[in-house]
């Protein structure tokens, strides 16, 4: 079973920046789409970004769309999410997940999943 280990969250005052990281042992990425899920207490898990394994193309929910970007390094196993201007609606629980396909926007068209970093965001 593919590995993926999210790290990188804490807490950070609204309009600041964070950056998540998503590790994944060994070549458990390969040729694997990857994309960024949220979820917040009470709330479904939603669709953030989602990265080709080549990185030629992403995608971003319009919540996040210019603010937040996606990048991967398929050659360190990682994958990255740099987290601009937050605000309050950006807490949440953040996961890192992974299929072999095209990157969807919905929880069930990923295989893998990682246990979450918790994003706070003060205002």
């Known amino acids: 079973q593919v590995q993926l280990v999210e790290s990188g969250g804490g807490l950070v005052q609204a309009g600041g920046s964070l950056r998540v990281s998503c590790q994944a042992s060994?070549?458990?990425?390969?040729?694997?789409?990857m994309a960024w899920f949220r979820q917040a207490p009470g709330k479904e898990r939603e669709f953030v970004a989602g990265v080709t394994w080549y990185g030629g193309h992403t995608n971003y929910a319009d919540s996040v769309q210019g603010r937040f970007t996606i990048s991967r390094d398929n050659a360190k196993d990682t994958m990255w999410l740099q987290m601009n201007s937050l605000n309050s609606e950006d807490t949440a629980v953040y996961y890192c997940?992974?299929?072999?396909?095209?990157?969807?926007?919905?929880?069930?068209?990923?295989?893998?999943w990682g246990q979450g970093t918790q994003v706070t965001v003060s205002s």
């Open positions: 997940t992974a299929r072999y396909g095209s990157p969807g926007s919905t929880p069930s068209q990923y295989t893998y």
């Open positions: 060994g070549r458990a990425l390969y040729k694997a789409a």
